[in-house]
């Protein structure tokens, strides 16, 4: 079939196609399409899991796991937010998202802290296991189940896979919207 | 023989004649015109005639006694003449003619005459012939020479010197000339002339010339190549210097011309246009340009005023280029011009009589004047501009007598380069002039120079100006200023800015007119030089990256011009008010800079600034200030981290100490019992006469043991107060360090902050523009200019100090008439007053207007409901009322305030800020508004305290005294807590209350410390369960994302490591209750602001985007900013802004399309839509009419006006909401 479809394409260049070809001719296409999206996909990305839903992030994204590090809890904030963390000098804020999509928070023992970003823009997760890398060879979800109003935004693409639902989320939207939010919605007493 | 030897000696004595003839010829050929001119007899003419040609020079030389030489020689011909036989007549007569020829034929006419003495020579073969032939190629070729050389051909000049050389050794040689020679050297003035005419060719042709082997040069092929060389380079850089040549050829004597290709007399353009000229007639071009524009934009649809004031602007165009066209030497167009402007000043009378056919004679007589400029040089040029002239239509039409004297003066042959270079004062100001690009090969260094000099000779210059407009100035602030301007011109214009060298330049000559007369410029040149002085600060500004490039430099620019021309012209007249030559009448805005201190003499202030202009200075980028700010912070951290580690070591060691003193107690007892039992022992057991009982001791191991036990439990504790003693010392060490690295972090905090006075020059500004919207007079005195503060926050300050400004002129300030009634000076008094208070910036914007109107406020309140009619309420609280949004007392809207955006805006902005603000107003005697702006803290002294299990620092903010419990009477009055020492009563708050941590015991807890915080008026006790420590922190922000979170200044890392959020218990005192509701509050605010005050700037160009922002937003209004229709048109689905301003030309989606779109869509499509272009047609004009855009305005925009327009736009969309 690729050949057929490699020929299809070289005779493109020169001639016209044969009436057969013409309408063969968008069959293989089709298939490689969806190993192309599948492609870009399986090339760069880590998942890690927050209770029940699985996160991605690109490869190109600076991130790092971080053991061992006191979490400094803050009084009078939302509950979502742990604490800071000191990270090489910068104080980092630590967020629960179990606890901001409305789950009930693992023991933070198990887990582990997760950064996204470098210097005064890193921010950190309670995840739970260790990020890995994901290939993704589903399609991506036509309809996105429904998520936290606080999700709704960041949220560019979901996949089904290996019983996971895998988002695909803009960090930097969910940190500003973190940002207001908590400045809009302040403390919780 | 006697016969042949007479002959030869006759022959001979013609010969010295002629030479004698020729040399006379060439010296005065040199010098001037020698006056004598004969007609030459013809070639065949007979010997009498030469003799009467001969008798006929020597006539005429002998009327001057200078010419005795040429007469003698007149008279020797003559003589020889007479004796020659018909044969040597003959023979001599072709040398006859030529020297005869040379006293009425040009250089070109010698070359002929040569050609035809050298036929003659072939003819005759005559040995006597070639050494007169010869000189007369080396005059020619001398001439030749020295023109080459006039024209820079360097290397052409050379070779014709070394013909010239070659031809004197051939004239003194013995050798007979070949026959070939002339017609070579015929050939070199031909090439020669070629090569002049940039001929390529003509190269070869000389380099094969100086091959040939009758002039025999010395030269190799090596040495032929170089000569190819040369001329090939020498012609490509002759366009360089044809600017030189054309004046050359002005100045040449007209012999030199023939050498070069004879004009054509029937040609239009005699000569091409220097460059300069050029210059100077697209000048002219230019400033028609602009009459056009002026034309256009009169309108019969607007009202009468209108018209009138476009007719004023364009009547004084056209004196500019009545001037203009005077200096270039265009008379006939000055005079046409003229006359227009006559017929322009009768329209003005008569304004109702300027009809339509009136305007457009007016723009047919333009077009006719730019058509001229294309052909002015043609013949019969002007003739069509006369003639639209002679039209019956024109009120005052030119009569066909004067239309024939003009029309000679009309056609301009030449320009008189010489007359522009002396007097080549500039008349318009161009876009090129205003430029502040740099040269693509800008010296970076020479940049940098400048950049750093310039805003010190910026704040002098102005200082200086101010003093003088102020009325305190002396002639010394002229010389200053003079002296500023002289060196900002040079530095300017060594680095390649012409904006700036040019305004410096023209601000130069007026100031040394000024001081040459010994006068003081008058107001209306003083609010020129202000002006230009702004512009100047604007163009600093913009070269430093601070602000775009002024938008009135071009206006500013003519304006300086116009004074400048008008003092070079009139010189500086003694009449205090000499017409001033621009109309711009804005209302004399008087601006003062800080009085000099009673205590400093005006001396000093002068000497100051240069001083610190004598500092180097270095350019560095911020984030490298934030990196060694960051890492001092980290090193106070990490100094705060090892005396943590100290402390507790010495804390140990003092318990190590306890444990010594225990072991040596320990030791002394086991010693005593030792003893007690060796005395026992002895009584039980004798152990003979040997020893002594003392010295039993000395056998017993036990005893020995516990003694050396005991000596080094006293070693170990003397060891560890040695070590006790070090660890002070390494106390005293970490102190001193702790010392060193807090400074090093104030220095790198020092170079952030700058003088408060950097802002002063914007506020003036903005108090000028305030009062020419209002019509009202205001005066600004700033105090505490030199205070030093964080930019950043002065910074977020204009824009509040704008506010307060505008509402001090628009609100404060009474009418004009009112104040003279209550006896107040007619110029409103505006004082701005900065001061440190602790960590904070206190501003104070005082004016002397009519104070806050109490009743009003209580009506408008009453009206818009805030409280019920009768109902008691307090001043106090009236003032509160006017913070809150949208609350203005103004029943109409104005343009400066009154849109309800005025105290509302300011207390929100300040709050923002964290600051807080206060109004103390006087009814008649004007309003103080004070606000109270924290700096910046990266470092604070702190208290750590415990919250319930978190532990916090508390800044010292608002802190104002630390009482331990049992200071005062905690007691319950009316339900509330509050604490009473001696007579005060103060609010009690717990700070877990605060913090709204729970606190899970049941019994009322002990407080160990009450902290006593002000907040706004009012202070609050505040008890803390216990202070733990004391100490300096360093404050670091929570992130990017989390960058305020409400009650904490920040978190700080502790000793151990660990990090403590820093509180700022003012900001939780403000808000108590749940956050939720203020903080929604202020975000309910921000958005009813930023949906109501937001104007959408759409345009392509970063620069306009960004200067439109800055205007609208000094005008108090939200900017939001698009690049082009498509982002506009994102924003615009969910946004509505008050006014949208767009340019015409953007890619994606143009403006034409944009308000097109705007006007399809439901929700917008009455939206005000602005244009701003720098397209002037009709044609676009009618477009954008079809658009339906509301305001066409063409580039460049005044500030006011675009204002206006807005203001109008906003007027009428709520006239039509209130319809």
């Given at each position: 079939?690729?050949?057929?479809?490699?020929?299809?394409?070289?005779?493109?260049?020169?001639?016209?196609?044969?009436?057969?070809?013409?309408?063969?001719?968008?069959?293989?296409?089709?298939?490689?399409?969806?190993?192309?999206?599948?492609?870009?996909?399986?090339?760069?990305?880590?998942?890690?899991?927050?209770?029940?839903?699985?996160?991605?992030?690109?490869?190109?994204?600076?991130?790092?796991?971080?053991?061992?590090?006191?979490?400094?809890?803050?009084?009078?904030?939302?509950?979502?937010?742990?604490?800071?963390?000191?990270?090489?000098?910068?104080?980092?804020?630590?967020?629960?998202?179990?606890?901001?999509?409305?789950?009930?928070?693992?023991?933070?023992?198990?887990?582990?802290?997760?950064?996204?970003?470098?210097?005064?823009?890193?921010?950190?997760?309670?995840?739970?296991?260790?990020?890995?890398?994901?290939?993704?060879?589903?399609?991506?979800?036509?309809?996105?189940?429904?998520?936290?109003?606080?999700?709704?935004?960041?949220?560019?693409?979901?996949?089904?896979?290996?019983?996971?639902?895998?988002?695909?989320?803009?960090?930097?939207?969910?940190?500003?919207?973190?940002?207001?939010?908590?400045?809009?919605?302040?403390?919780?007493? | 023989?006697?016969?042949?030897?007479?002959?030869?000696?006759?022959?001979?004595?013609?010969?010295?004649?002629?030479?004698?003839?020729?040399?006379?010829?060439?010296?005065?050929?040199?010098?001037?015109?020698?006056?004598?001119?004969?007609?030459?007899?013809?070639?065949?003419?007979?010997?009498?005639?030469?003799?009467?040609?001969?008798?006929?020079?020597?006539?005429?030389?002998?009327?001057?006694?200078?010419?005795s030489d040429l007469y003698d020689a007149c008279l020797l011909i003559e003589d020889v003449l007479r004796q020659?036989?018909?044969?040597?007549?003959?023979?001599?007569?072709?040398?006859?003619?030529?020297?005869?020829?040379?006293?009425?034929?040009?250089?070109?006419?010698?070359?002929?005459?040569?050609?035809?003495?050298?036929?003659?020579?072939?003819?005759?073969?005559?040995?006597?012939?070639?050494?007169?032939?010869?000189?007369?190629?080396?005059?020619?070729?001398?001439?030749?020479?020295?023109?080459?050389?006039?024209?820079?051909?360097?290397?052409?000049?050379?070779?014709?010197?070394?013909?010239?050389?070659?031809?004197?050794?051939?004239?003194?040689?013995?050798?007979?000339?070949?026959?070939?020679?002339?017609?070579?050297?015929?050939?070199?003035?031909?090439?020669?002339?070629?090569?002049?005419?940039?001929?390529?060719?003509?190269?070869?042709?000389?380099?094969?010339?100086?091959?040939?082997?009758?002039?025999?040069?010395?030269?190799?092929?090596?040495?032929?190549?170089?000569?190819?060389?040369?001329?090939?380079?020498?012609?490509?850089?002759?366009?360089?210097?044809?600017?030189?040549?054309?004046?050359?050829?002005?100045?040449?004597?007209?012999?030199?011309?023939?050498?070069?290709?004879?004009?054509?007399?029937?040609?239009?353009?005699?000569?091409?246009?220097?460059?300069?000229?050029?210059?100077?007639?697209?000048?002219?071009?230019?400033?028609?340009?602009?009459?056009?524009?002026?034309?256009?934009?009169?309108?019969?649809?607007?009202?009468?005023?209108?018209?009138?004031?476009?007719?004023?602007?364009?009547?004084?165009?056209?004196?500019?280029?009545?001037?203009?066209?005077?200096?270039?030497?265009?008379?006939?167009?000055?005079?046409?011009?003229?006359?227009?402007?006559?017929?322009?000043?009768?329209?003005?009378?008569?304004?109702?009589?300027?009809?339509?056919?009136?305007?457009?004679?007016?723009?047919?007589?333009?077009?006719?004047?730019?058509?001229?400029?294309?052909?002015?040089?043609?013949?019969?040029?002007?003739?069509?501009?006369?003639?639209?002239?002679?039209?019956?239509?024109?009120?005052?039409?030119?009569?066909?007598?004067?239309?024939?004297?003009?029309?000679?003066?009309?056609?301009?042959?030449?320009?008189?380069?010489?007359?522009?270079?002396?007097?080549?004062?500039?008349?318009?100001?161009?876009?090129?002039?205003?430029?502040?690009?740099?040269?693509?090969?800008?010296?970076?260094?020479?940049?940098?120079?400048?950049?750093?000099?310039?805003?010190?000779?910026?704040?002098?210059?102005?200082?200086?100006?101010?003093?003088?407009?102020?009325?305190?100035?002396?002639?010394?602030?002229?010389?200053?200023?003079?002296?500023?301007?002289?060196?900002?011109?040079?530095?300017?214009?060594?680095?390649?800015?012409?904006?700036?060298?040019?305004?410096?330049?023209?601000?130069?000559?007026?100031?040394?007119?000024?001081?040459?007369?010994?006068?003081?410029?008058?107001?209306?040149?003083?609010?020129?030089?202000?002006?230009?002085?702004?512009?100047?600060?604007?163009?600093?500004?913009?070269?430093?990256?601070?602000?775009?490039?002024?938008?009135?430099?071009?206006?500013?620019?003519?304006?300086?011009?116009?004074?400048?021309?008008?003092?070079?012209?009139?010189?500086?007249?003694?009449?205090?008010?000499?017409?001033?030559?621009?109309?711009?009448?804005?209302?004399?805005?008087?601006?003062?800079?800080?009085?000099?201190?009673?205590?400093?003499?005006?001396?000093?202030?002068?000497?100051?600034?240069?001083?610190?202009?004598?500092?180097?200075?270095?350019?560095?980028?911020?984030?490298?200030?934030?990196?060694?700010?960051?890492?001092?912070?980290?090193?106070?951290?990490?100094?705060?981290?090892?005396?943590?580690?100290?402390?507790?070591?010495?804390?140990?060691?003092?318990?190590?100490?306890?444990?010594?003193?225990?072991?040596?107690?320990?030791?002394?007892?086991?010693?005593?019992?030792?003893?007690?039992?060796?005395?026992?022992?002895?009584?039980?057991?004798?152990?003979?006469?040997?020893?002594?009982?003392?010295?039993?001791?000395?056998?017993?191991?036990?005893?020995?043991?516990?003694?050396?036990?005991?000596?080094?439990?006293?070693?170990?504790?003397?060891?560890?107060?040695?070590?006790?003693?070090?660890?002070?010392?390494?106390?005293?060490?970490?102190?001193?360090?702790?010392?060193?690295?807090?400074?090093?972090?104030?220095?790198?905090?020092?170079?952030?902050?700058?003088?408060?006075?950097?802002?002063?020059?914007?506020?003036?500004?903005?108090?000028?523009?305030?009062?020419?919207?209002?019509?009202?007079?205001?005066?600004?005195?700033?105090?505490?200019?030199?205070?030093?503060?964080?930019?950043?926050?002065?910074?977020?300050?204009?824009?509040?100090?704008?506010?307060?400004?505008?509402?001090?002129?628009?609100?404060?300030?009474?009418?004009?008439?009112?104040?003279?009634?209550?006896?107040?000076?007619?110029?409103?008094?505006?004082?701005?007053?900065?001061?440190?208070?602790?960590?904070?910036?206190?501003?104070?914007?005082?004016?002397?207007?009519?104070?806050?109107?109490?009743?009003?406020?209580?009506?408008?309140?009453?009206?818009?409901?805030?409280?019920?009619?009768?109902?008691?309420?307090?001043?106090?609280?009236?003032?509160?009322?006017?913070?809150?949004?949208?609350?203005?007392?103004?029943?109409?809207?104005?343009?400066?305030?009154?849109?309800?955006?005025?105290?509302?805006?300011?207390?929100?902005?300040?709050?923002?800020?964290?600051?807080?603000l206060s109004l103390h107003s006087v009814w008649g005697q004007g309003l103080t508004v004070e606000l109270r702006?924290?700096?910046?803290?990266?470092?604070?002294?702190?208290?750590?305290?415990?919250?319930?299990?978190?532990?916090?620092?508390?800044?010292?903010?608002?802190?104002?005294?630390?009482?331990?419990?049992?200071?005062?009477?905690?007691?319950?009055?009316?339900?509330?807590?509050?604490?009473?020492?001696?007579?005060?009563?103060?609010?009690?708050?717990?700070?877990?209350?605060?913090?709204?941590?729970?606190?899970?015991?049941?019994?009322?807890?002990?407080?160990?410390?009450?902290?006593?915080?002000?907040?706004?008026?009012?202070?609050?006790?505040?008890?803390?369960?216990?202070?733990?420590?004391?100490?300096?922190?360093?404050?670091?922000?929570?992130?990017?994302?989390?960058?305020?979170?409400?009650?904490?200044?920040?978190?700080?890392?502790?000793?151990?490591?660990?990090?403590?959020?820093?509180?700022?218990?003012?900001?939780?005192?403000?808000?108590?209750?749940?956050?939720?509701?203020?903080?929604?509050?202020?975000?309910?605010?921000?958005?009813?602001?930023?949906?109501?005050?937001?104007?959408?700037?759409?345009?392509?160009?970063?620069?306009?985007?960004?200067?439109?922002?800055?205007?609208?937003?000094?005008?108090?209004?939200?900017?939001?900013?698009?690049?082009?229709?498509?982002?506009?048109?994102?924003?615009?689905?969910?946004?509505?802004?008050?006014?949208?301003?767009?340019?015409?030309?953007?890619?994606?989606?143009?403006?034409?399309?944009?308000?097109?779109?705007?006007?399809?869509?439901?929700?917008?499509?009455?939206?005000?839509?602005?244009?701003?272009?720098?397209?002037?047609?009709?044609?676009?004009?009618?477009?954008?009419?079809?658009?339906?855009?509301?305001?066409?305005?063409?580039?460049?925009?005044?500030?006011?006006?675009?204002?206006?327009?807005?203001?109008?736009?906003?007027?009428?969309?709520?006239?039509?909401?209130?319809?």
């Amino acid at each position: 079939m690729a050949e057929n479809h490699l020929k299809t394409a070289k005779q493109q260049d020169t001639d016209w196609l044969s009436p057969t070809d013409a309408l063969t001719h968008f069959l293989p296409l089709a298939a490689e399409v969806n190993t192309a999206d599948l492609a870009t996909h399986a090339e760069a990305v880590f998942g890690f899991r927050v209770g029940s839903l699985g996160f991605l992030v690109t490869s190109s994204t600076y991130c790092e796991v971080i053991e061992q590090l006191q979490v400094n809890p803050l009084p009078n904030v939302e509950a979502w937010f742990s604490g800071l963390i000191n990270l090489r000098g910068d104080l980092v804020p630590v967020i629960d998202l179990q606890l901001l999509l409305g789950e009930a928070s693992t023991d933070r023992k198990k887990r582990q802290l997760f950064a996204i970003g470098q210097g005064d823009k890193a921010m950190a997760f309670w995840i739970d296991g260790l990020p890995e890398i994901q290939h993704i060879f589903t399609q991506s979800l036509k309809q996105l189940p429904p998520l936290p109003s606080i999700l709704q935004r960041c949220v560019s693409g979901g996949y089904f896979q290996n019983d996971q639902l895998w988002f695909n989320v803009q960090f930097d939207e969910l940190f500003k919207t973190l940002g207001r939010q908590y400045t809009a919605e302040e403390t919780a007493s | 023989m006697i016969q042949q030897s007479n002959n030869s000696e006759t022959l001979e004595e013609l010969e010295l004649g002629l030479h004698l003839l020729r040399e006379f010829k060439t010296s005065q050929n040199k010098t001037h015109d020698n006056g004598i001119f004969i007609e030459p007899p013809a070639t065949e003419s007979s010997v009498e005639d030469y003799i009467d040609a001969f008798k006929n020079l020597a006539n005429q030389a002998a009327l001057n006694e200078c010419y005795s030489d040429l007469y003698d020689a007149c008279l020797l011909i003559e003589d020889v003449l007479r004796q020659l036989s018909p044969d040597e007549f003959a023979v001599a007569r072709v040398n006859l003619f030529s020297s005869l020829n040379d006293w009425s034929l040009s250089s070109s006419e010698i070359i002929e005459c040569a050609e035809v003495d050298n036929e003659t020579a072939t003819t005759h073969q005559d040995s006597a012939l070639p050494l007169t032939l010869i000189t007369d190629y080396i005059t020619t070729i001398e001439q030749l020479a020295e023109l080459v050389n006039k024209e820079g051909y360097s290397g052409l000049y050379s070779l014709n010197l070394l013909i010239i050389d070659t031809l004197h050794e051939l004239s003194q040689s013995t050798i007979a000339v070949t026959t070939d020679l002339p017609s070579l050297l015929d050939n070199w003035c031909r090439e020669c002339n070629a090569y002049r005419q940039n001929s390529l060719d003509a190269i070869d042709n000389i380099i094969s010339i100086l091959r040939h082997p009758d002039l025999n040069l010395p030269f190799d092929e090596d040495d032929f190549t170089t000569f190819n060389t040369l001329l090939v380079e020498e012609i490509g850089s002759q366009d360089n210097v044809e600017q030189a040549v054309d004046t050359v050829f002005d100045n040449t004597p007209d012999e030199l011309d023939t050498l070069t290709t004879v004009a054509d007399d029937d040609n239009d353009i005699a000569e091409p246009l220097s460059a300069m000229a050029q210059e100077l007639v697209e000048l002219l071009d230019t400033e028609a340009g602009l009459i056009n524009y002026r034309f256009l934009a009169i309108s019969f649809d607007e009202p009468v005023d209108s018209r009138k004031e476009h007719l004023q602007l364009a009547s004084e165009e056209l004196d500019r280029l009545t001037n203009a066209a005077t200096m270039v030497g265009f008379a006939g167009l000055a005079a046409t011009c003229t006359q227009v402007n006559a017929n322009i000043a009768l329209y003005l009378q008569h304004i109702d009589s300027f009809r339509l056919t009136n305007h457009e004679l007016l723009i047919q007589w333009i077009s006719e004047v730019k058509a001229y400029l294309l052909a002015f040089s043609k013949n019969g040029a002007g003739k069509q501009l006369l003639a639209q002239m002679s039209n019956p239509n024109w009120i005052q039409r030119l009569t066909p007598e004067a239309s024939a004297n003009l029309l000679p003066l009309m056609q301009v042959k030449g320009l008189n380069d010489e007359s522009a270079e002396t007097d080549s004062r500039e008349t318009v100001a161009t876009d090129a002039n205003i430029s502040l690009a740099l040269p693509d090969d800008v010296n970076k260094e020479l940049l940098d120079l400048l950049l750093q000099e310039l805003p010190v000779y910026m704040q002098q210059f102005s200082e200086a100006i101010q003093r003088l407009q102020s009325g305190n100035g002396s002639s010394k602030d002229i010389d200053v200023a003079q002296r500023i301007a002289h060196t900002i011109k040079g530095s300017a214009n060594t680095v390649g800015i012409k904006g700036i060298a040019v305004l410096t330049h023209q601000i130069e000559d007026i100031l040394m007119a000024c001081a040459k007369a010994r006068k003081q410029p008058n107001a209306a040149l003083m609010n020129t030089l202000i002006n230009a002085s702004d512009c100047l600060e604007a163009m600093c500004e913009s070269l430093l990256g601070l602000g775009e490039p002024p938008n009135d430099a071009r206006e500013t620019l003519q304006e300086v011009l116009d004074w400048a021309n008008e003092i070079a012209k009139n010189g500086i007249q003694d009449t205090p008010d000499f017409i001033k030559p621009t109309t711009s009448s804005a209302n004399t805005t008087v601006a003062q800079h800080r009085e000099p201190d009673s205590s400093q003499s005006p001396k000093e202030t002068t000497t100051e600034p240069t001083e610190s202009a004598q500092v180097a200075m270095v350019r560095v980028p911020t984030n490298q200030i934030e990196n060694l700010f960051k890492l001092s912070s980290e090193s106070i951290i990490l100094n705060g981290q090892i005396y943590e580690r100290q402390r507790r070591l010495k804390n140990q060691l003092q318990a190590m100490e306890a444990q010594f003193t225990l072991l040596q107690q320990l030791g002394a007892e086991l010693e005593q019992l030792i003893d007690l039992k060796d005395l026992s022992g002895r009584s039980l057991v004798n152990t003979g006469k040997d020893f002594d009982a003392l010295e039993m001791d000395q056998y017993n191991e036990l005893h020995t043991a516990s003694r050396r036990m005991v000596e080094a439990s006293v070693d170990a504790r003397e060891i560890s107060v040695d070590m006790k003693k070090e660890l002070d010392t390494m106390n005293e060490v970490l102190e001193y360090q702790q010392r060193l690295v807090i400074n090093t972090q104030e220095a790198v905090m020092q170079t952030r902050f700058v003088p408060v006075g950097s802002i002063s020059l914007r506020l003036q500004r903005g108090l000028r523009q305030t009062c020419r919207l209002t019509g009202k007079q205001g005066e600004l005195k700033l105090t505490g200019e030199e205070l030093l503060i964080d930019g950043d926050t002065l910074s977020a300050l204009v824009e509040p100090l704008m506010h307060l400004l505008r509402n001090a002129i628009d609100h404060g300030l009474e009418p004009e008439e009112e104040r003279v009634a209550v006896g107040k000076p007619l110029v409103g008094q505006i004082a701005i007053e900065f001061d440190r208070e602790g960590n904070s910036i206190l501003v104070r914007c005082r004016d002397d207007g009519r104070g806050l109107d109490f009743p009003a406020i209580r009506q408008t309140a009453q009206q818009n409901g805030h409280f019920k009619v009768g109902e008691a309420i307090t001043e106090d609280e009236l003032k509160q009322l006017i913070l809150r949004p949208n609350f203005s007392t103004r029943s109409q809207s104005t343009q400066t305030s009154g849109r309800g955006v005025g105290m509302d805006v300011v207390n929100f902005q300040v709050l923002s800020l964290g600051g807080s603000l206060s109004l103390h107003s006087v009814w008649g005697q004007g309003l103080t508004v004070e606000l109270r702006i924290p700096l910046p803290l990266s470092r604070s002294h702190a208290l750590l305290a415990n919250a319930g299990p978190y532990k916090v620092a508390i800044s010292s903010k608002g802190l104002t005294q630390i009482l331990y419990s049992g200071a005062g009477d905690i007691k319950i009055i009316s339900n509330e807590q509050v604490l009473i020492i001696g007579d005060d009563i103060y609010p009690v708050v717990k700070l877990e209350d605060l913090l709204r941590v729970n606190d899970r015991r049941k019994e009322e807890r002990y407080h160990g410390a009450i902290l006593l915080v002000q907040n706004a008026d009012k202070i609050t006790a505040v008890l803390v369960d216990a202070i733990t420590d004391s100490r300096e922190v360093v404050i670091k922000s929570l992130g990017y994302y989390m960058r305020k979170i409400h009650g904490f200044v920040g978190a700080t890392i502790l000793g151990d490591g660990s990090i403590t959020p820093v509180l700022d218990i003012p900001e939780l005192l403000r808000a108590p209750r749940p956050a939720k509701t203020s903080h929604t509050a202020i975000e309910e605010e921000t958005q009813y602001f930023s949906s109501l005050q937001t104007i959408l700037v759409v345009d392509d160009s970063l620069s306009q985007r960004r200067a439109l922002e800055q205007i609208l937003t000094d005008a108090g209004f939200r900017v939001h900013t698009a690049r082009d229709g498509i982002e506009a048109v994102e924003w615009l689905a969910h946004s509505k802004p008050l006014v949208v301003v767009t340019d015409l030309e953007m890619p994606r989606m143009n403006g034409l399309e944009l308000a097109s779109h705007i006007r399809t869509q439901e929700r917008l499509k009455t939206l005000p839509i602005i244009m701003i272009t720098s397209r002037s047609t009709e044609k676009h004009r009618l477009m954008a009419d079809e658009a339906g855009i509301d305001f066409y305005l063409v580039k460049p925009v005044q500030d006011d006006n675009l204002l206006t327009k807005i203001q109008s736009l906003i007027d009428k969309q709520h006239s039509t909401v209130e319809a």
